[in-house]
């Protein structure tokens, strides 16, 4: 690793001063020190930011929850108010990494995870996110697990988080403090796609450093599914993911719909326009098709990720069936039936 | 790059080491403390052969500072067993043969032993194999020796629930 010093933050007036002096935040830091093991991320001072107090869940008035940006994944995912009125949430975090990693990494933490691009992690390569203006080795190169939408031509990378694809389904909002005071990002706002500035990953600044993130009231806790598909059943990142959430009325109606997609690109993936193709009808799989064509309009392959775009096409399908019908994806037990029997 | 001083309790017992900041726990116990039981697989967080115990949740060693720990308490395979007697997931990995080369054998058991204090298998009792594969999913097996680890993780969550 490159040398660094390192400091506890006691505070979080000292945490941000040291930030706008040009240190960086660790907090789990298994994907940061990942990324310092790799030359990836060279910072010359970490701060501490575990003992500020930021890791408990908080009730609020509009009935929603706060969650706080030091809470550990493993925690958030087993909070029985997550459970219970987040199952969305709860499924998506336990979607993500291993038992152990989960219980290290934290709230704030998965929000800022870099993506897993073999280019942007081999340092011998050039990369627009690693390197401005180095260029882009993925495109062209092996684009199995790339974009497939909003990319540009300066970075094809996408973003890694599961626990993010359910917070952009459930219109979570961040509240992020700076040496300007505190200012509340929605949770579409908090991710930017690549453009021609790949090397920020989002709309946080530098010396801002994440409070914690608020849920809305509405959980969609009765219709939910959060489907991951990968290359092995656990432990992988999403090939594709889908948040699905709906709710009903008394005539079997849908009356509010959400749809995320992660593992397509460099920020979890919506569009209200596809949502509002479900209002007023009945589950069906005539309706989620017309979803799936809609979300992946403007889908395109760099070659290899070709498959991902059909089966993104089949994962938003299954994945509004399952929530339809009450049976959301298991996080456990993870074989689904043969496509024969859910076409 | 300059130390400083870290307090660490190890298995009980307390250390006062002088680290670089760059040093992960994993270093810290097998360098520093030559706790080598503790192994060192991928050193990314993806073989879960460095697992230990912190304040009794399993993390990876290897992707965290030493630095980071102090004054929390540590728990490595080497303070699991009580003098002679060994600890019951290391005797049930006798019993089932769950490993071959051995690499992985000290994370799959503080693995383990961080799945049995998170309580999630009491909800799996219809579906309990696939459930020990999915929490132990952090820890690789390149002998793959899973069916036996399950077996030895099954036996003694049985043994607890009873």
Known sequence: ?343 | MPTVPVSLNVNDQAHELDLGPDVTLLDALRERLQLTGTKKGCDHGQCGACTVLVDGRRINACLTLAVMHEGARIATIEGLADADRLHPLQQAFIEHDAFQCGYCTSGQICSALGLLNEKHLQAHTNDLRPAIREYMSGNLCRCGAYRNIVSAIEQVHAGEVK
Not at chain 1, 32 to 41: C, G, Q, R, S, T
Not at chain 1, 134 to 161: D, N, Q, Y
Not at chain 1, 170 to 183: C, E, F, K, Q, W
Not at chain 1, 300 to 305: H, I, L, P
């Open chain 1, 1 to 343: 690793m490159h040398p660094f010093s390192y400091e506890r933050a006691t505070s979080i007036d000292q945490a941000v001063q040291a930030a706008s002096e040009g240190a960086c935040f660790i907090a789990g830091g298994t994907n940061l020190l990942d990324l310092m093991k790799e030359n990836v991320a060279r910072p010359q001072r970490l701060v501490d930011i575990n003992h500020l107090g930021l890791d408990t869940l908080e009730p609020l008035p509009n009935g929603g929850l706060r969650i706080g940006a030091l809470m550990r994944n493993a925690d958030l995912a087993a909070h029985p108010e997550i459970k219970a009125r987040y199952p969305l949430l709860a499924d998506a975090l336990m979607a993500g990494a291993s038992p152990q990693l989960r219980n290290m990494a934290t709230t704030g933490g998965n929000l800022m995870q870099r993506t897993r691009c073999y280019y942007f992690y081999d340092t011998a390569t050039p990369c627009n996110k690693r390197e401005p203006g180095t260029g882009c080795t993925a495109i062209g190169g092996a684009t199995r697990i790339h974009a497939v939408l909003g990319a540009s031509e300066h970075c094809i990378a996408v973003h890694p988080s599961d626990m993010c694809v359910a917070l952009a389904a459930l219109d979570a909002t961040v509240n992020v403090i700076g040496p300007d005071g505190s200012r509340s990002i929605p949770f579409l706002e908090f991710h930017r796609l690549p453009g021609d500035a790949p090397q920020h990953d989002n709309t946080l600044r530098n010396d801002e450093l994440i409070l914690n993130v608020e849920l809305p009231a509405q959980g969609f806790a009765a219709h939910y599914s959060y489907l991951k598909i990968r290359d092995r059943l656990s432990f992988a990142f999403a090939l594709v993911s889908v948040a699905a959430a709906m709710n009903l009325n008394n005539a079997g109606r849908i009356t509010e719909a959400r749809i995320a997609l992660g593992g397509v690109a460099h920020k979890p993936w919506r569009l209200a326009q596809a949502e509002a193709l479900l209002l007023g009808h009945s589950p069906g799989q005539r309706t989620f098709a017309q979803v799936a064509d809609v979300l992946l309009r403007d889908a395109s392959s760099q070659g290899d990720n070709r498959f991902k775009i059909e089966l993104a096409h089949r994962a938003i399908r299954r994945a509004l069936a399952q929530a339809a019908g009450r049976t959301p994806q298991s996080q456990v037990n993870k074989r689904v039936p043969s496509p024969r029997s859910n076409s």
